[in-house]
């Protein structure tokens, strides 16, 4: 080996790799801007249109976090901040497997960093774009008066976008692994999603769904999203939910070991291709 | 196993050694028992038609699988037990496009700097130099998705050797390209080997773009058919040119030389 190439492998180089990781999904991000704009019409259709529809029929009790009653948009904006980072994990998913079909995913692993770190530089980077995304929606919905108790909220908001980011992240990079082709992503849409989304307490406290479907309360407390939820809903109201963070980071971490075991050369994704 | 160079010597290791190198798809074997080896500073050709398994080693030799048995080193560096330090070593130009149509020249550079620990100070100066040396001096600030088919390789061959390897992997880097492009990137490459003192491994199906010094492995349906200079291939098998040869070893099927 090089001596150069040598320098370059040593402890501050995993950062440098890091670094320029973030730094490409960033750029990515920034120069698609129509990325950007679809992510924030699909929660703020559901915030301007489904909320206020159901403001007036739908009505919350004291749960909490929130110690006073609250309308239902500041309900569902939690909910909506969840799914701003589920679709961009799911986004991020597709772009690998778009990736792996155009050939710059072999660029990425035929670096000589670890596996796991490129996998997990590559996460952090698509939790980095998750979050802005989550606060230039936020800022829209201070417009729209929802707001935390204190402005503080956005503050503590962060760690909790941060895990939930990464939880729902690695779901994604595990899905890409097991993912053929591109045009098999549609079923991502439909099998895990929207199952997702809609069987968690994003639109409604699970105490509703109780009353409705004790069956359907019960798979939503299985749902791993309900806890990503719950804890950017407590962390936004300056809360910590310590159930939903433990899920939340378990479920993280073994996403995360899934996608690195099914992204490894001895077993993973491209050991089922040929040529 | 095949020398495919008598230039080796002891105490210098191998540009590429492949040895007893065997791989399967289920039942379906893709590669079978191959060895050969690439030495310091050589052009060497991967020579086999479509579904002969070059794309399976290419796969192993830059550790998108691993290999299920035998071993491949890459400047004495076994790619299964050191990984990072033989990747490090290795330049790569796979046959699809990989640069990001999204982002310029310059910053596809930054990138592809970034995944070996490269500093961007010391990535834009061998940016300059590299892209200048393929001639695209005046698109560094250009989108990717503006350039040529052939303006692209150029960029892909500069990028593999940002972290100055001493070992660059081509995978059919012609496909696609007009004549004279094709022309250009092998010229090129050939010049890099010459002045730089770089091991290239080419791989293609194109036998026009073999000369008699090059060395040459043919790979039909998995195996190594023959293994050598190409000049002393064809006098080997008493053919006129490599072109020959290959008709007859590969596609005929016939005893390895």
Avoid at chain 2, 107 to 113: C, D, H, K, P, R
Wanted: aromatic share 10%; glycine share 8%; net charge positive.
């Amino acid at each position: 080996m090089t001596l150069e190439a040598g320098k370059r492998l040593g402890f501050g180089a995993y950062g440098t790799c890091l670094v320029g990781i973030v730094w490409r999904e960033g750029l990515r991000f920034l120069h698609q801007r129509e990325r950007f704009i679809s992510a924030l019409v699909r929660p703020l259709v559901w915030l301007f249109i489904f909320a206020a529809g159901f403001r007036q029929t739908l009505g919350v009790s004291i749960i909490p976090p929130y110690e006073t009653y609250v309308l239902y948009d500041v309900y569902i904006t939690p909910g909506l901040v969840a799914m701003i980072q589920l679709f961009n994990g799911m986004q991020s998913s597709l772009s690998m497997v778009y990736d792996r079909e155009m050939g710059s995913m072999r660029m990425l692993l035929t670096s000589p960093f670890p596996r796991w770190w490129l996998l997990t530089s590559k996460l952090i980077a698509g939790v980095a774009v998750s979050i802005l995304q989550a606060y230039a929606f936020l800022l829209i919905a201070w417009f729209w008066d929802i707001e935390p108790p204190s402005p503080w909220g956005y503050v503590t908001i962060l760690p909790a976008l941060a895990v939930s980011g990464l939880m729902l992240g690695a779901l994604g990079m595990l899905l890409s692994s097991g993912i053929k082709q591109l045009e098999n992503f549609a079923g991502v849409m439909n099998f895990v999603i929207f199952p997702m989304f809609f069987a968690s307490s994003a639109l409604y406290p699970l105490w509703r769904v109780q009353e409705g479907s004790p069956a359907l309360a019960t798979i939503c407390a299985l749902n791993p999203f309900t806890y990503a939820v719950e804890l950017i809903r407590f962390a936004f109201w300056l809360q910590v939910d310590w159930l939903s963070l433990a899920v939340v980071s378990g479920c993280a971490a073994a996403f995360l070991a899934g996608a690195v075991i099914a992204y490894d050369p001895e077993r993973g994704i491209f050991m089922r291709g040929g040529g | 196993m095949t020398a495919v160079s008598p230039a080796s010597s002891l105490d210098v290791p191998p540009a590429l050694e492949v040895a007893r190198l065997s791989h399967s798809y289920g039942s379906r074997k893709a590669l079978d028992d191959v060895s050969f080896t690439v030495a310091p500073a050589t052009f060497a050709v991967l020579l086999g038609l479509n579904g002969a398994g070059k794309s399976t080693l290419f796969a192993i030799l830059t550790h998108l699988y691993a290999a299920r048995t035998g071993m491949v080193r890459v400047l004495g560096h076994d790619m299964a037990r050191e990984s990072r330090l033989a990747l490090a070593e290795l330049g790569v130009v796979f046959q699809s496009r990989t640069l990001d149509p999204y982002l310029t020249v310059d910053e596809n550079m930054l990138y592809q700097g970034a995944l070996h620990g490269m500093g961007r100070r010391e990535t834009r100066r061998r940016s300059r130099d590299l892209i200048a040396r393929v001639g695209l001096a005046e698109q560094m600030r250009s989108r990717v998705s503006a350039l040529s088919g052939g303006q692209m390789r150029r960029v892909e061959i500069a990028r593999a050797l940002l972290h100055a390897p001493r070992l660059i992997l081509l995978d059919e880097p012609t496909a696609g390209l007009d004549v004279k492009a094709r022309a250009d990137i092998l010229a090129l490459v050939r010049e890099l080997v010459a002045r730089d003192g770089v091991s290239a491994l080419w791989t293609t199906h194109l036998v026009d773009e073999i000369r008699d010094v090059d060395q040459v492995v043919i790979l039909h349906e998995g195996r190594v058919r023959a293994a050598g200079l190409a000049h002393e291939v064809t006098a080997k098998t008493g053919t006129a040119t490599i072109a020959d040869v290959f008709a007859r070893l590969a596609l005929a099927g016939g005893p390895a030389a």
